[in-house]
Structures are given as C-alpha cells and as structure tokens.
C-alpha cells in the first residue's frame, strides 16, 4: 500500500479492529481501549505518513505504546489513592482510639 501521507478514513477502518484489539488485551478495558484507539486515530490523522512502510503494523504500535501509558498512569494513580486512604485511615484510628492505637496500611509499590 502506497500512502500519500494522510490518513484516509478507508485505511483507518481496515486497520481499527487491530488497533482496538492490542489496546483492549492490554488494558483488559473497553472504555480504555476505545479511548486508545480515538487517541490513535487523531495521531494518525494529523502524523505525516508517507515514510510509514506498513501501516497496520505503525498504528498497532502506537496502540500499544498509549496502551503502555495508560496502566502506567493508572498505576500511579492507585498507588496515590492508596496512600492518600492510608493517611487518612491512620488519622482517623488515631482520633478515635488514640495514639497507641495506630496501624498502619501497607500500599504496594
């Protein structure tokens, strides 16, 4: 397939259940995956493509390089939740039982 540098929408809906398919065994997400693949497809409509030799292989790179991005953020995200309710639980065991009666949650790193 030669392409002219832009994106045509043929193209994109060829290549779309690949790319949806590698977001979604990644993030185990439909919504996510969706997310992934509108991302990947504004990437692609906007990206000079005329030195991409084969497109399917090009977007389901992407796919799964935004895959990748998204468990890391989400990852943090948990980790930052976990110890935002730590604290707070902490604080709470505290006021109400007092000082000796601290314990503390373990988040995973």
Request: charged share 25%; hydrophobic share 50%.
């Amino acid at each position: 397939m030669v392409l002219t540098g832009m994106l045509a929408e043929a193209d994109w809906e060829t290549h779309r259940p690949a790319v949806f398919g590698a977001a979604y065994r990644i993030l185990g997400s439909v919504v996510e995956a969706e997310d992934v693949a509108q991302e990947v497809w504004l990437r692609a409509a906007g990206a000079d493509l005329s030195e991409v030799r084969d497109l399917r292989a090009w977007l389901v790179t992407l796919a799964a390089r935004m895959s990748y991005n998204v468990l890391k953020i989400r990852a943090g995200t948990a980790r930052n939740l976990c110890r935002a309710l730590a604290a707070r639980t902490t604080a709470d065991r505290a006021r109400r039982f007092g000082r000796g009666a601290r314990q503390h949650v373990r988040c995973q790193p």
